[in-house]
């Protein structure tokens, strides 16, 4: 039999990771699209690389980015996939704030490339595509719990790009008959989750703390309430996905919400720490209506802000809130049905929230621990400038 072929974008991220390990055992040849840096950037598939010099390698690296459509046509010509994983994308909310352009092309922009590509080099029949979608299209909410046929009210400029992407996914499979189908996945965390993510910066901050190496851990809005998986999962879903003699759109979820101060809590007790919360006098909504506009700034007053930031900053001892960490649109609440993935798809995660929480804080202890032994060892200290 004749080994199924597929491209992953993003495939130095989380779900990259998972995913082309996944498709590996299954004896997929994966073929991945990373990113040029100037440092390595493939920590997270590293244990499946191999090398260039391997014959008839299973796993195979191409530079590429989802802004350049030269590179993206002449990469799918050459790897003729059976299957591709569109998963590459500046994928913080926070962050597409300060970038929005980069991230409207990247994320929306970047699906057209894709898309367009594969229908004009004629393998709009054999290649299947997977937009990565996400629950931030639902943002403000409209129904809950939130389902395929819920109305989307994105709410950064992140959301609005990957609302292009998913509408361009759904318009190829509807004008062209491309299997092109979107999963719409609520937040899924792992060890592996980006840092900068809310509940990895939570495991790893009181794995720190609980190790002697940082006091005090700052957070923004506590009370926005998130459904969270494993992304190891998820990332079975989107190959489900892919199976199925008709390409459809279908929610990810576990149908559970909970608050970013539950998750603290939970991750807390994980390692026997009772966590105090500090600064959340804090009116977060007056707060975030202050930086959306400048108008109220010029109302209030600045001393109105310097006083919500002198409370923000008050000691305390473990989590305080710094409103910098405040997003000037904010998604409070995401909690999805996943029936129809269930139900079509025969999709059933393995792992709950406290299994998650339980996989993420022994796997930070453990990376904190290394890290404090090479520390007492010296082998932290080498400095390239001495
Ligand atoms: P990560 O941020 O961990 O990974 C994103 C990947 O995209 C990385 O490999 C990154 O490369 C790559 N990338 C970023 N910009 C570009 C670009 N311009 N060209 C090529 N590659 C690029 O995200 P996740 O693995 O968590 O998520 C995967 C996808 O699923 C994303 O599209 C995300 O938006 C979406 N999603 C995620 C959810 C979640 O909870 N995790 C939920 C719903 C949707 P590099 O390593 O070099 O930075
Ligand atoms: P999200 O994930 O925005 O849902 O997007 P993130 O973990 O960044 O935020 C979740 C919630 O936590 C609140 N929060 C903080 N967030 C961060 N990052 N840092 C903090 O210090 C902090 N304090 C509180 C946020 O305000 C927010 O309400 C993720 C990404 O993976 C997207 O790519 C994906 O599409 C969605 O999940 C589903």
């Known amino acids: 039999m004749t080994q199924k072929v597929a491209l992953i974008t993003g495939i130095t991220g989380q779900d990259g990771a998972y995913l082309s390990e996944f498709l590996l055992k299954k004896g997929y040849i994966v073929h991945g699209i990373k990113r040029r840096s100037s440092l390595f950037n493939t920590d997270r598939i590293d244990h499946l690389y191999q090398d260039p010099h391997v014959e008839n390698r299973n796993l195979v690296l191409h530079y ?5 459509s030269m590179n993206l046509t002449r990469i799918i010509q050459e790897v003729q996939p059976d ?6 994308a500046m994928s913080h909310v926070k962050v597409s704030f300060d970038t929005p352009e980069y991230t409207a092309n990247a994320d929306g922009i970047g699906t057209l490339r894709l898309l367009e590509a594969v229908r004009l080099l004629g393998l709009s029949e ?27 009210y994105p709410r950064s400029p992140y959301a609005v790009a990957k609302m292009y992407a998913y509408w361009i996914t759904v318009n190829y499979r509807e004008a062209y008959g491309m ?23 939570i495991t790893r901050a009181l794995a ?12 923004g809005n506590l009370s926005a309430k998130r459904d969270w998986g494993h992304a190891k999962d998820y990332i079975k879903a989107m190959y489900l996905i892919l199976q199925q003699e008709q390409a459809d759109d279908y929610v990810i979820a576990t149908g559970i919400t909970t608050t970013i101060r539950d998750f603290v809590r939970k991750a807390g007790a994980e390692v026997g720490l009772e966590i105090q919360f500090k600064g959340e006098g804090v009116d977060e909504q007056a707060f975030i209506a202050a930086i959306d506009e400048k108008v109220f700034i010029d109302q209030v007053g600045a001393s109105y802000l310097d006083h919500l930031l002198s409370l923000a900053q008050k000691q305390a001892p473990i989590v305080k809130v710094d409103p910098a960490y405040f997003r000037p649109t904010e998604v409070d609440l995401l909690i999805g049905d996943p029936t129809k993935s269930k139900t079509k798809l025969g999709w059933e ?7 998650l929480v339980k ?28």
Do not use: C
Not at 208 to 219: A, D, K, P, S
Not at 349 to 355: A, F, M, Q, R, V
């Open 126 to 152: 054999k290649t299947r595509i997977y937009q990565a979608s996400t629950s931030e299209l639902y943002g403000l909410v409209q129904e809950v719990p939130q389902k395929e046929t819920t109305p989307f």
């Open 179 to 201: 299997h092109a189908s979107n999963g719409i996945l609520f937040n899924h965390e792992s060890p592996i989750r980006g840092e900068t993510f809310v509940t990895r910066k």
């Open 208 to 219: 720190r703390i609980v190790l002697g190496q940082q006091e005090q851990l700052f957070l």
């Open 64 to 68: 590429g980015d989802m802004t350049d």
């Open 359 to 386: 996989d993420m804080m022994q796997s930070d202890i453990q990376l904190m621990q290394k890290d404090a032994w090479l520390r007492e060892g010296g082998y932290r200290t080498l400095n390239y400038f001495e």
């Open 349 to 355: 995660p393995e792992y709950d929230l406290d299994g």
């Open 83 to 88: 299957e591709i994983y569109n998963l590459a």
